[in-house]
């Protein structure tokens, strides 16, 4: 027997709650029949709500568009557990979902703190013991769609058989499944499959049957027999089979990695390197040429202390500048060199600024003179 319960709860000040449970019963007098369904209402905070009643306005097969099995019926009130209920429902109503319509009238006007809204929806799953009949497997001609085996299946017993077939054949296997009230029943689930892996290889497989449904109580996961199959060559990118590994062998010494380093590149002659050399060098003997032609000479470097130590750091600095130059040429990179470049160019900055102002005051001096 089933046995439902569901929770209309009135909330205080204005609001509804519908909560519902399910009780099962396994009596075996009352297995095959829905006997009693029962409600329960409380508050919000789970205690005793005032007198009212509860009537099942409308109950209706989901997703169907028939008649209403139940018109509008009141339930009758249990005062010792407090409960209201539905001695029994239709002889129609199968294994299936459905929808319960409520409703709830106070027989106290008064108590106007409570709020019970309009018609409540509720979704019921009746569940019941599925029939298993004309189970059968059929092995068939792919072109000709004759059968060539052919075997009866016990489903709701112990059943177990072995076939073979190839390539060019089908395989298909056919149950009818049938409510209590004898309806046919369509399960959400109905798989059929190999319990091993399939790699496109010839040999025996396990054949696996899933039938389940959330209303179905009897449903399964079994293995009903076996299957020979004989394949021809496996295509060229289909999945290989793994392949077993010594658990020694794959923690072992690994062999030697040897690399072939690539040959350096040939050298040009030395001859070549030294005029190279010099064209590079040239530049620099023109500058020095130039500089004698235009007499260049000392005489106005500083002679006091602190000028001439000013001057001297101002000529580091360039030096510095250009042996910098010559490092990220050989091995700094941009950011640290820009970097470097930045403090040196700060301090050229402040060591140069205070030697051109000496030089400048000298020149004004020598002027006025």
């Known amino acids: 027997m089933e046995d439902m319960i569901t ?20 009596s075996e007098a009352d297995s095959d029949a829905l006997k009693r369904w029962k409600v329960r209402v409380t508050t919000v905070l789970g205690s005793t709500a005032p007198p009212l009643s509860v009537k099942l306005m409308q109950a209706q097969s989901s997703g169907s568009k028939d008649a209403s099995i139940i018109q509008s019926q009141e339930l009758k009130f249990d005062p010792e557990n407090q409960v209201h209920f539905l001695d029994e429902l239709p002889k129609s109503v199968d294994v299936g979902n459905y929808y319960f319509v409520f409703e709830i009238v106070l027989h106290d006007s008064e108590h106007t703190i409570y709020a019970i809204g309009g018609r409540t929806k ?51 296997l056919s149950f009818q499944l049938t409510t209590p009230l004898g309806r046919p029943f369509q399960p959400h689930q109905d798989f059929l499959g190999l319990v091993e892996k399939f790699f496109y290889l010839s040999g025996r497989y396990n054949i696996q049957l899933t039938v389940g449904d959330a209303v179905m109580e009897n449903s399964y996961l079994r293995e009903l027999g076996s299957i020979e199959l004989d394949l021809p060559e496996p295509p060229e990118k289909a999945t290989h089979p793994p392949q077993s590994v010594d658990p020694y062998l794959r923690y072992g010494p690994k062999a030697e990695i040897t690399h ?3 040959s350096p590149e040939k050298r040009p002659p030395q001859e070549l390197s030294l005029a190279f050399l ?44 250009l042996s910098l130059y010559v490092l990220f040429w050989l091995k700094l990179d941009l950011f640290t060199t820009l970097k470097a470049l930045g403090f040196l160019g700060i301090f050229l900055m402040f060591v140069g600024h205070r030697t051109l102002s000496h030089l400048a005051s000298v020149s004004a001096k020598v002027k006025s003179a």
């Open 260 to 262: 072939i380093f690539r």
């Open 7 to 26: 929770t209309v709860t009135p909330c205080h000040k204005g609001c509804q709650v519908l909560k519902e449970a399910f009780e099962r019963d396994t």
């Open 278 to 321: 010099a064209l590079v060098l040239l530049p620099l003997l023109g500058f020095v040429v130039g500089l004698l032609r235009l007499g260049v000479n000392l005489k106005n470097f500083p002679t006091s202390t602190v000028p001439a130590t000013f001057a001297i750091l101002f000529h580091l600095g360039i030096a510095a500048v």
């Open 122 to 172: 509720v979704p019921i799953y009746v569940t019941g013991v599925i029939k298993v009949d004309n189970a059968e497997i059929v092995v068939l001609d792919s072109d000709l769609g004759s059968i060539e085996t052919q075997k009866r299946l016990d489903l709701a017993g112990e059943t177990t058989f072995s076939i073979s077939a190839n390539h060019l054949q089908k395989l298909r």
